[in-house]
């Protein structure tokens, strides 16, 4: 619940909702990783609430997207990483206005409070639009240029170690990234820096 609890803004006892905001009902859901981990996540009731009217779905780059990154890499001779955001879509600010009634998993202190949703909360219709969006200013951040053939493929020009010129790519699946670079650590490292 400590990863989760980023998401909300716990109101004071008698502190207004603010004005526009809907009542949000929430659940908890537990999973065993392949590591055999234990996972808790709270969760939005999304069928609950209404439809948005736009695209709300994150994009994933392509099979053939990936497939040329690959034999661009073995081509230049640089190194692929790969890496998962943890917790992704809780490092997005919200476009829903949403409160909700606190539960057990809030403690004795905070059980029966009302709290703001500040974060793109898993379950809410628009999460992956909010986490998409968040990336994408992430990505213009650090100075990397969308492809126009694949979205998700992001490059910016970078030197070797050597002196050489090239491109250094970047590919998304959602929440895992795919690094084509002579130097992927640091550039996983500001991704990091971004979203902690």
Not at 46 to 54: G, L, Q, S, Y
Not at 86 to 101: D, G, R
Not at 143 to 167: I, Q, V
């Amino acid at each position: 619940m400590g990863n989760v609890r980023v998401a909300f803004q716990i109101l004071e006892d008698g502190e207004e909702l603010p004005v526009g905001y809907s009542e949000l009902s929430v659940h908890m859901i537990f999973d065993v990783k392949m590591d055999l981990t234990w996972k808790a996540r709270l969760v939005a009731n999304w069928h609950k609430t209404p439809d948005p009217v736009e695209s709300t779905y994150e994009g994933v780059v392509s099979r053939e997207s990936v497939r040329i990154a690959l034999t661009y890499a073995a081509m230049m001779g640089v190194n692929v990483w790969v890496a998962d955001i943890q917790n992704a879509y809780l490092s997005a600010p919200t476009s829903e206005k949403f409160w909700i009634i606190c539960g057990d998993e809030f403690g004795v202190t905070d059980k029966g409070g009302k709290a703001v949703v500040k974060r793109a909360l898993y379950g809410t219709k628009t999460a992956g639009r909010d986490f998409r969006n968040h990336l994408r200013d992430c990505m213009d951040h650090f100075g990397y240029t969308s492809c126009r053939a694949d979205t998700n493929l992001w490059m910016r020009m970078s030197t070797k170690n050597g002196g050489e010129e090239y491109y250094e790519y970047i590919l998304l699946y959602v929440d895992d990234c795919l690094v084509i670079s002579d130097s992927p650590k640091e550039s996983l490292l500001q991704l990091g820096k971004y979203f902690t």
